[in-house]
């Protein structure tokens, strides 16, 4: 069976002298679709985030991206922080510039301001691209954010709950346009979070992590609502609940049980979990 386009394979990670934050954790992430990790804090989602960012070594196991296992950081992946991680002393247009002269070198600096101006429009910030960040909300920090991650055109775009800082009206326009890029640009997207509605809105798929020490995946969520949705019909599918109530119950009551042990050669799969609908076991290096 081919690999998926990101490919987790018997991930652990520990500290030294510390038990495994986590351990043999497998999934995967098709070309194209957005994956979102979720579970308790502690679990160890920000480090995933980060080894697939290659912010972090794995202490066991590997991520293969596009068939090539990630060994650092890299421009094929882009992350985008809690925190803006804006410089403050550049403008919008100046933040946005500088990513993409890391990524092409040799353009001219009309090139350059050209493509970070294309980003810049596709996050709604035209007429906002001379303003520094103190001079723009929070949401339009994090709109410039998003512009920067993808005017280096990666191949996958790493969200590390960048929407959790915002207050609600401006954290819902953000995720509108998350889904909006999606569909415009088809990029690939990996999200962690602690909310399940932002979960159930933006994600094709739910990696759901039991607690740590020695966190594992327990379960896969396909989201069974059809792509298009929007925060103003997502809760009016008959799966929406289905799938809300199902992660509610393994983040309340679920999330401690034991895991199941392991398949084959220390490799632990994870069922693919279709609430409501049906249960799928697949094997891991193919999740």
């Given at each position: 069976?081919?690999?998926?386009?990101?490919?987790?394979?018997?991930?652990?990670?520990?500290?030294?002298?510390?038990?495994?934050?986590?351990?043999?954790l497998w999934f995967g992430v098709e070309r194209g679709e957005i994956v979102c990790l979720l579970g308790h804090s502690g679990c160890g989602k920000t480090?995933?985030?980060?080894?697939?960012?290659?912010?972090?070594?794995?202490?066991?196991?590997?991520?293969?991206?596009?068939?090539?296992?990630?060994?650092?950081?890299?421009?094929?992946?882009?992350?985008?922080?809690?925190?803006?991680?804006?410089?403050?002393?550049?403008?919008?247009?100046?933040?946005?510039?500088?990513?993409?002269?890391?990524?092409?070198?040799?353009?001219?600096?009309?090139?350059?301001?050209?493509?970070?101006?294309?980003?810049?429009?596709?996050?709604?910030?035209?007429?906002?691209?001379?303003?520094?960040?103190?001079?723009?909300?929070?949401?339009?920090?994090?709109?410039?954010?998003?512009?920067?991650?993808?005017?280096?055109?990666?191949?996958?775009?790493?969200?590390?709950?960048?929407?959790?800082?915002?207050?609600?009206?401006?954290?819902?326009?953000?995720?509108?346009?998350?889904?909006?890029?999606?569909?415009?640009?088809?990029?690939?997207?990996?999200?962690?979070?602690?909310?399940?509605?932002?979960?159930?809105?933006?994600?094709?798929?739910?990696?759901?992590?039991?607690?740590?020490?020695?966190?594992?995946?327990?379960?896969?969520?396909?989201?069974?609502?059809?792509?298009?949705?929007?925060?103003?019909?997502?809760?009016?599918?008959?799966?929406?609940?289905?799938?809300?109530?199902?992660?509610?119950?393994?983040?309340?009551?679920?999330?401690?049980?034991?895991?199941?042990?392991?398949?084959?050669?220390?490799?632990?799969?994870?069922?693919?979990?279709?609430?409501?609908?049906?249960?799928?076991?697949?094997?891991?290096?193919?999740?």
């Amino acid at each position: 069976m081919p690999r998926p386009f990101i490919s987790v394979e018997a991930l652990g990670k520990a500290w030294p002298g510390q038990q495994p934050v986590f351990e043999e954790l497998w999934f995967g992430v098709e070309r194209g679709e957005i994956v979102c990790l979720l579970g308790h804090s502690g679990c160890g989602k920000t480090t995933v985030l980060n080894v697939l960012a290659g912010l972090e070594e794995p202490t066991s196991g590997g991520v293969l991206l596009d068939g090539r296992e990630i060994a650092g950081p890299g421009l094929d992946r882009a992350v985008v922080f809690q925190g803006h991680a804006l410089l403050p002393w550049l403008t919008a247009m100046g933040n946005v510039a500088f990513a993409v002269r890391s990524r092409w070198p040799s353009w001219r600096a009309a090139q350059v301001r050209e493509h970070a101006q294309r980003y810049l429009d596709l996050v709604h910030l035209t007429g906002a691209e001379h303003k520094r960040p103190a001079e723009l909300s929070g949401g339009m920090r994090q709109r410039v954010g998003i512009a920067r991650a993808l005017a280096v055109e990666p191949k996958v775009l790493l969200l590390d709950e960048p929407f959790s800082a915002l207050d609600a009206l401006t954290r819902g326009s953000l995720q509108d346009e998350v889904l909006r890029i999606s569909a415009q640009t088809r990029q690939t997207i990996f999200l962690i979070t602690h909310d399940v509605d932002e979960a159930v809105l933006l994600s094709d798929r739910i990696v759901l992590m039991t607690p740590g020490p020695r966190a594992r995946v327990a379960e896969i969520v396909v989201n069974t609502l059809p792509r298009g949705r929007t925060r103003a019909d997502v809760h009016r599918h008959p799966h929406y609940y289905r799938i809300r109530n199902h992660l509610l119950d393994f983040l309340v009551n679920r999330a401690r049980e034991e895991p199941r042990p392991p398949a084959a050669a220390g490799a632990l799969t994870p069922p693919l979990v279709r609430p409501g609908l049906e249960e799928v076991e697949l094997p891991a290096a193919g999740v």
